[in-house]
């Protein structure tokens, strides 16, 4: 599926996924922990700046974030639930290989199972663009996909999907090379009930700018 078609695969399921999502449970709960790792940084002055990436209807993870937070999701219809879920923040439609937004504007960015709706060979192009747009010492907290796998799910919410990553380990390399120290992985429940490791990061002081020089 290319990206046009996800687009549209997500606009067709977008009100199933969430209704069928738990907005509460042990993932939604992470966002406590990044929250609290940000309370004490002097690099932030009041709320912290914070982009929810694949942001959907909003209820997991945006409605969790400060207000005036901004989500950010390739699917129209998904942004037009999260508007009635999440009235103060700030809704942006867009892809996360190229965030619309300059350089070192946010103080988190929050990633929650939407990298691998992207090509695994273009993953590096989007831990690069959320290094792009964290400030030094930002946080990053985001889905690990831990298979190795490409293919599109037919029947899945009831459309179908496209899915695709190298691999944890490998991630987590693509991670390093984008700039991001201090990863940890921790593993808790998803939205549909499953378990599912994440993982927390810091941006270092040096970011590597050319995607292709990365792992």
Avoid: K
């Amino acid at each position: 599926m290319d990206r046009n078609e996800v687009r549209r695969a997500w606009d067709e399921v977008a009100e199933t996924y969430a209704a069928r999502r738990d907005p509460d449970g042990s993932d939604a709960a992470l966002i406590d922990d990044l929250l609290a790792s940000l309370a004490g940084d002097p690099a932030v002055d009041g709320d912290p700046r914070v982009l929810d990436v694949g942001c959907g209807d909003g209820a997991r993870t945006l409605a969790n974030l400060p207000p005036g937070s901004v989500g950010l999701d390739v699917s129209r219809r998904g942004l037009d639930l999260a508007r009635e879920t999440v009235s103060a923040a700030r809704l942006v439609h867009g892809e996360l290989t190229a965030l619309p937004f300059g350089d070192d504007r946010f103080d988190a960015v929050t990633a929650y199972h939407a990298v691998f709706h992207v090509e695994r060979e273009r993953h590096p192009e989007a831990y690069a663009e959320f290094a792009r747009v964290l400030r030094p010492g930002g946080r990053l907290l985001m889905t690990l996909p831990g298979g190795r796998f490409e293919t599109v799910r037919r029947g899945w919410m009831g459309g179908r999907m496209f899915f695709s990553a190298p691999g944890g380990d490998r991630t987590l390399d693509q991670l390093r090379a984008a700039g991001f120290t201090d990863v940890e992985t921790t593993t808790a429940i998803d939205p549909l009930g499953s378990s599912t490791e994440f993982v927390f990061a810091t941006l270092g002081g040096d970011r590597t700018d050319d995607p292709q020089s990365r792992p």
